[in-house]
């Protein structure tokens, strides 16, 4: 019974980096997609970067969150901030300067 603690630790430790890593993907999937289907116009009018720049980004990130399997590498954490920045700064600015139909 003495190293049931430990087993228990590591259990609980790898249920918490699924976790993150499955809310990395669907954050930065979410604003991939959202940066997919934008006007190209829009992003200028906001003063942000353009279109395809936050495509890049996402994606780029996206990916090296793919591969390296894991929200807690570098890549993973910047993934996550790209993706946070999106949306809670461009997405807003581009809902904004919409027309205000129900976009998401």
Same mark, same amino acid.
């Given at each position: 019974?003495?190293?049931?603690?430990?087993?228990?630790?590591?259990?609980?430790?790898? =249920?918490?980096?699924?976790?993150?890593? =499955?809310?990395?993907?669907?954050? !930065? &999937?979410?604003?991939? =997609?959202? +940066?997919?289907? !934008?006007?190209?116009?829009?992003?200028?009018?906001? &003063?942000?970067?353009?279109?395809?720049?936050?495509?890049?980004?996402? +994606?780029?990130?996206?990916?090296?969150?793919?591969?390296? !399997?894991?929200?807690?590498?570098?890549?993973?954490?910047?993934?996550?901030? +790209? +993706?946070?920045?999106?949306?809670?700064? =461009?997405?807003?600015?581009?809902?904004?300067? &919409?027309?205000?139909?129900?976009?998401?």
């Amino acid at each position: 019974m003495a190293h049931a603690a430990p087993i228990f630790a590591f259990d609980v430790r790898t =249920v918490i980096d699924l976790i993150l890593f =499955v809310f990395a993907l669907i954050v !930065q &999937g979410v604003a991939l =997609v959202h +940066a997919i289907t !934008q006007r190209s116009d829009a992003f200028p009018a906001i &003063g942000t970067l353009p279109k395809g720049g936050w495509i890049a980004i996402l +994606a780029v990130t996206l990916l090296l969150t793919l591969l390296t !399997q894991t929200s807690l590498s570098i890549f993973g954490l910047i993934g996550i901030a +790209a +993706a946070l920045i999106y949306l809670l700064d =461009v997405r807003v600015g581009l809902r904004e300067l &919409g027309d205000n139909r129900g976009s998401w």
